[in-house]
């Protein structure tokens, strides 16, 4: 029984670790995987600009989650339909999205291919898989989720606020709209439509697009869930306002609150009721004052601009009869611990309501108190309301390599959103190893918002990974450390590239190279020789051609056959110091070298008496015949070969050949060739003799030493 229970526990053990091993690597599974073809940006869930890079990851994760996978490892999350702007103008997406032109016809895009910019605002895809994106198109990314191909005028509530061109238009519930175009961000609160042209608008708040005069219902493509949410009223929350009394009459101080109820003309004061919402109270306003003299001062919040640490809002005060009194009072509410973060006063001439010095990311919302006096001996009163709920933007850093060499780089840095008040901005520069140092650069903080600052920064190490992160200093003392940057790497002190060798004509060999410094300057490039055994000698060998970036060589040996390797040698100088410094560049291959031809000397041996020599010698040797045979395995029809003698006395590293005949070789069979001439007894015993072979272009293909 016990040895039963002890095999059950191990069955389960076991099932248990098989299931969190399947887990696991089910979680891991990566679909509809793509490498992405440069480098850009996009919104993630939460409608913050992430960048990516070239051949970063992209994939579908089991649980359906867009997921882009860094070369840093960093796990970046998509919306489920997202879209991703390219640096050169490219865009993609992630999912089958609905392409609408302006009569209202559609077709699906195909996703996961890049639809190629080719100007005009029109997008075709790069496979020709499908439809293009045309000018005034209307792409459907999801729900409350558009593109547009076109440039518009960015109108909200009736005032122009901008211009754009080919945004992404995000749609909140609460009625807010992002648009995302060139990397910025801007996000307003208020009614949105992009006015194209006389004959073009697209209502994006309504999700609806006007074409003269037609409507096209964007909402029936797939289907919308635009439902806005009305902000409910909330009670003030404000110690004051709960004291104040909702049932007493007005005695004519100043300074009390509205309450109680009136009729035109009557010296009663008019009641108001405790709302806090902004347009349930105007409304209210607006019932009283039509049935009043001398009406009551409305308030119009007519669009919100949120900015990271600021909001704009258009406030519009309604007084016909003048009887506001002083100045507007704005309390700047912080909603989540429901606090007042501070108190400015707004002139009721002003059209536009600044709020700086917020953080954010956050929720506010501004409590506006005000006060009248309707000349009915009310006395001074109060109102008190509350406007929309506001939120600011998060912001992101953009970094982008502009150039990297191996002691400096130099980066644009930009924001996708403008940060108001802005004291200082530096540029943290951390050193990826084990360990590396951090300093701090400082940015010109003016451009950052727009084309973005251009920064140099020097005295980097070679080869060294590099990461970059935005800090802001607000004038409030608030100090903002925005995200970081991928990680750069400066590039070696020297670069080589392209390096190889490759066999020309004859025994020639050619080696190619791509050599590169930023440190030093090149001053000459050679290839040396050597034999491919342990502790080799050097072969010498015959430069036939040098040009920038290609050194073509013939060796000298007067072996029959030999291996050989190749090592490329560049010499430069410290363009700081100028010392003098060998750079050294084996190449992987070796080469073979076979002797195509041969070179033999042949004795001519005459009788005495035709020479008139002594009567006691038989023979006397005269002359030599130099023979050169060589078996044609070129495509090459013309040879021409030059003789050439070194003097036997000669050092071996100091001896010099000359050339003392020259000639063509003649076609004796098929394939060989061969030439010959007669040299004294003297010459062969002072002279090594060989054979340089060039072809009809005068390249020299190999040489031939004599046996």
């Known amino acids: 029984m016990k040895t039963k229970k002890i095999f059950l526990v191990l069955i389960s053990a076991v099932v248990i670790v098989a299931a969190l091993i399947g887990w696991g690597s089910f979680q891991s599974i990566r679909l509809d995987a793509y490498y992405l073809e440069g480098e850009g940006v996009a919104l993630n869930s939460d409608y913050e600009t992430i960048q990516f890079q070239n051949q970063d990851l992209l994939y579908r994760s089991w649980n359906n989650e867009q997921l882009i996978e860094t070369s840093s490892e960093e796990q970046l999350t998509l919306p489920e339909s997202a879209m991703l702007f390219y640096e050169n103008g490219d865009v993609f997406f992630t999912q089958e999205v609905t392409n609408i032109d302006t009569a209202g016809i559609s077709n699906m895009l195909t996703p996961r291919v890049v639809y190629q910019n080719s100007g005009n605002h029109r997008y075709a895809p790069s496979d020709n898989s499908g439809a293009s994106i045309d000018e005034n198109n209307i792409v459907k990314i999801a729900n409350r989720q558009y593109f547009l191909a076109a440039d518009a005028k960015i109108i909200v509530d009736g005032t122009e606020m901008g211009t754009v061109s080919n945004p992404e238009l995000l749609i909140d519930k609460s009625g807010s709209v992002t648009v995302f175009a060139d990397k910025k961000k801007q996000r307003f609160i208020g009614h949105l439509v992009l006015w194209i042209n006389d004959h073009l608008a697209f209502d994006v ?7 003269d005069g037609a409507v096209i219902d964007l909402s029936k493509f797939g289907g919308t869930d635009n439902l806005k949410l009305v ?61 009043m003299a001398r009406k009551i001062p409305t308030v119009q919040f007519d669009y919100v601009d949120a900015g990271v640490t600021s909001v ?52 506010y919302q501004l409590r506006l108190s005000y006060q009248f006096d309707l000349g009915d ?8 309301v509350l406007s929309p709920e506001l939120s600011t933007q998060s912001v992101r850093a953009l970094y982008n390599v502009d150039l990297a060499r191996s002691s400096d780089m130099t980066l644009t840095v930009a924001t996708d959103v403008k940060i108001e008040g802005i004291s ?29 600052e251009q920064i140099t920064i020097r005295g980097l190490k070679p080869q060294t990974a590099y990461q970059f992160q935005l800090k802001i200093e607000l004038t409030n003392g608030e100090e903002m450390l925005l995200n970081q940057s991928a990680q750069y790497y400066t590039m070696p002190t020297t670069r080589m590239s392209g390096l190889q060798s490759v066999r020309a004509a004859g025994q020639a060999i050619r080696v190619e190279y791509d050599w590169q410094s930023d440190d030093y300057e090149m001053l000459d490039a050679n290839v040396v020789l050597t034999e491919n055994r342990w502790f080799g000698g050097a072969i010498d060998a015959v430069i036939t051609d040098k040009r920038d970036g290609s050194i073509t060589l013939v ?13 490329l040698q560049i010499v430069a100088a410290d363009r700081a110091s100028g010392a003098i410094e060998t750079f050294t560049y084996p190449l992987d291959s070796t080469f073979t070298f076979k002797q195509p031809a041969s070179l033999v000397l042949i004795e001519e041996k005459v009788d005495s008496d035709v020479v008139g020599s002594s009567s006691n010698s038989i023979t006397a040797i005269n002359n030599f015949l130099l023979e050169f045979r060589f078996e044609n395995q070129e495509d090459i029809s013309n040879f021409k070969v030059i003789l050439e003698r070194s003097n036997k006395n000669d050092v071996a590293d100091d001896r010099e050949w000359q050339s003392f005949f020259e000639g063509e070789l003649e076609q004796r069979d098929a394939d060989i060739w061969q030439f010959e001439t007669r040299i004294t007894a003297l010459s062969v015993e002072q002279f090594d003799f060989r054979v340089a072979v060039y072809d009809e272009a005068n390249q020299l293909l190999f040489y031939t030493y004599l046996d």
């Open 231 to 291: 902000v409910e009223s909330k009670a003030n929350a404000s110690s004051e306002n709960n004291s104040s009394s909702n049932n007493s009459q007005g005695s004519g101080s100043a300074n009390q609150t509205v309450s109680g109820t009136t009729t035109s003309g009557s010296s009663a004061s008019v009641q108001i009721p405790e709302i806090d919402d902004w347009s349930v109270i105007m409304k209210k306003l607006e019932e009283l004052n039509a049935n």
């Open 312 to 363: 704009a809002t258009k406030l519009t005060i309604y007084d016909i009869d003048h009887t506001l009194v002083g100045p507007i009072s704005v309390e700047v509410l912080d909603l989540a611990n429901n606090s007042v973060v501070q108190t400015l006063y707004h002139n009721s001439n002003e059209s536009i309501l600044n709020v700086t010095n917020l953080a954010s990311n956050h929720d």
């Open 205 to 211: 708040s309504n999700e609806v697009y006007l074409v």
């Open 377 to 384: 001996n009310s006395g001074i009163q109060t109102i008190r």
């Open 424 to 452: 200082k901005a530096t540029l943290v520069v951390s050193e990826k190893s084990l360990f590396g140092q951090s300093f701090e650069v400082a940015v010109n903080a003016s451009r950052l918002a727009d084309i973005g």
């Open 555 to 567: 060796p000298e040996t007067s072996a029959e056959e030999q291996d050989y390797k190749a090592e």
